[in-house]
């Protein structure tokens, strides 16, 4: 896995270049998720398409997770 990535478009970039709409849900999001560099050990939100529904793109959790951690709740790491 990748320990770092960066996000330089904005939502609607993505939007229009991916042919995908914004999926929230009931989260709002209160800025754009655009970073110069994510630190995998941060967990910062980044947009992914997801495999289900690749006409959407949805923020999701983003990270490593320490070897001496289980599963995937935030709450843990």
Known sequence: MCYSTRIT????ELEKHYLVTKLLGDRVLEEELVYN??????HPLLWIIPQ????HITP???GIIPS???GSDKALL
């Open 9 to 12: 478009r904005k939502a609607e």
């Open 37 to 42: 560099h994510a630190n995998g050990f941060s």
């Open 52 to 55: 289900e529904e690749s006409t």
């Open 60 to 62: 999701s959790l983003w």
């Open 68 to 70: 001496n951690k289980l």
